[in-house]
């Protein structure tokens, strides 16, 4: 609009000079020829292009000085384009001199100059906002993966602590049930009454209680996390949603994994939930003999598929960087519904 408004007042000092000067001429052709090769000059911006038009108004201007006149219009996009070599351009004037077209070409090219500074700002301007977005984009990821991992780190605490708890528990009330069964073991060796159903039975009861106890400390000890149940917790906090799981894993899962493919799982629900108008999703947990393989798919039609969803947020390029993270891929497409399929490898 700058540019549209700076070229418009030229023209008219262009139009009012050329009229003044010359009445036998017809400025109509000049004024409007001028206004093409103006326009061309803002319609191509390769420069190849834009030097020819230059030259074939330096031609015009011999063919017909009073083109002179419309001059300054030219010069304003000369300068914009060859800066200091426009001053070569001025030696035409003297071809039909006029103080006034000096004066026009002279203001021309500070408007010129002045719009160049200005655009030079406004670009500075936009790569600082830009630069600025990108920050606060990667800030709020870098929050959420803290926030993360803040839950993990509790979560870790939590276990290690069971674990102390567990191997005390297993050296202490262990330690003094299985005394319990050996000196039982020994009264029905050195008892002279034949009847010692009564310390069978009690040795059958420590028996068990020692199994019970030892299932019951071997289920805090392990670092499990029960993730199928978690999957279906996190599916029920969205009951508008239905959702299919099909789980087909038999590895005992780390802990970090369990989490990571849990946070994928939540994200692609919450997404699901707020950007697309699905009522169905099919989650597939899958074990393969090298790696694991999760798929998520939708029946979505709303989420725009133009968008390049890893640089749009909705925590794509986190779960890129856990599929990253085990070496894995990640992948996602549009099919008569929104797809994720991420691989992590074992090991």
């Given at each position: 609009?700058?540019?549209?408004?700076?070229?418009?007042?030229?023209?008219?000092?262009?139009?009012?000079?050329?009229?003044?000067?010359?009445?036998?001429?017809?400025?109509?052709?000049?004024?409007?020829?001028?206004?093409?090769?103006?326009?061309?000059?803002?319609?191509?911006?390769?420069?190849?292009?834009?030097?020819?038009?230059?030259?074939?108004?330096?031609?015009?201007?011999?063919?017909?000085?009073?083109?002179?006149?419309?001059?300054?219009?030219?010069?304003?996009?000369?300068?914009?384009?060859?800066?200091?070599?426009?001053?070569?351009?001025?030696?035409?004037?003297?071809?039909?001199?006029?103080?006034?077209?000096?004066?026009?070409?002279?203001?021309?090219?500070?408007?010129?100059?002045?719009?160049?500074?200005?655009?030079?700002?406004?670009?500075?301007?936009?790569?600082?906002?830009?630069?600025?977005?990108?920050?606060?984009?990667?800030?709020?990821?870098?929050?959420?993966?803290?926030?993360?991992?803040?839950?993990?780190?509790?979560?870790?605490?939590?276990?290690?602590?069971?674990?102390?708890?567990?191997?005390?528990?297993?050296?202490?009330?262990?330690?003094?049930?299985?005394?319990?069964?050996?000196?039982?073991?020994?009264?029905?060796?050195?008892?002279?009454?034949?009847?010692?159903?009564?310390?069978?039975?009690?040795?059958?009861?420590?028996?068990?209680?020692?199994?019970?106890?030892r299932n019951s400390i071997h289920n805090i000890y392990s670092e499990s996390l029960d993730l199928k149940a978690k999957i279906y917790e996190l599916s029920e906090d969205f009951p508008k949603?239905?959702?299919?799981?099909?789980?087909?894993?038999?590895?005992?899962?780390?802990?970090?994994?369990?989490?990571?493919?849990?946070?994928?799982?939540?994200e692609t629900i919450t997404n699901c939930a707020k950007h697309s108008n699905a009522n169905k999703l099919v989650l597939n947990l899958l074990e393969q003999p090298k790696f694991y393989s999760?798929?998520?798919?939708?029946?979505?039609?709303?989420?725009?598929?133009?968008?390049?969803?890893?640089?749009?947020?909705?925590?794509?390029?986190?779960?890129?960087?856990?599929?990253?993270?085990?070496?894995?891929?990640?992948?996602?497409?549009?099919?008569?519904?929104?797809?994720?399929?991420?691989?992590l490898m074992k090991g």
């Open positions: 609009m700058r540019i549209f408004l700076e070229k418009l007042l030229i023209m008219m000092f262009c139009l009012y000079h050329s009229h003044n000067i010359s009445l036998t001429t017809d400025i109509v052709f000049l004024f409007l020829s001028s206004i093409i090769i103006s326009l061309l000059l803002d319609l191509f911006h390769k420069k190849k292009y834009r030097i020819t038009i230059y030259l074939a108004f330096i031609l015009m201007c011999f063919l017909n000085s009073h083109y002179l006149f419309y001059m300054p219009l030219i010069i304003y996009n000369m300068y914009l384009d060859l800066r200091g070599y426009t001053a070569i351009t001025l030696t035409l004037l003297f071809l039909n001199f006029s103080p006034l077209s000096l004066i026009i070409t002279l203001l021309s090219i500070y408007l010129s100059a002045s719009t160049h500074d200005y655009n030079k700002r406004l670009d500075s301007t936009k790569l600082t906002h830009h630069s600025l977005i990108e920050d606060t984009f990667h800030l709020r990821n870098h929050n959420e993966q803290l926030e993360k991992d803040k839950e993990k780190n509790i979560h870790i605490a939590i276990l290690t602590e069971r674990n102390r708890i567990s191997r005390k528990l297993h050296d202490s009330i262990g330690h003094v049930i299985s005394s319990s069964i050996l000196q039982v073991e020994a009264l029905k060796v050195i008892t002279a009454d034949k009847n010692i159903e009564p310390l069978n039975t009690l040795q059958n009861t420590l028996d068990k209680g020692m199994e019970d106890i949603l239905k959702t299919e799981l099909n789980y087909n894993i038999t590895s005992d899962l780390s802990y970090d994994l369990k989490f990571d493919i849990l946070s994928i799982i939540k999760l798929i998520i798919k939708d029946n979505g039609s709303h989420l725009d598929t133009d968008k390049h969803l890893l640089n749009k947020g909705m925590g794509m390029s986190s779960m890129k960087e856990i599929a990253d993270k085990y070496g894995g891929s990640f992948n996602y497409e549009f099919n008569q519904g929104f797809k994720i399929h991420t691989t």
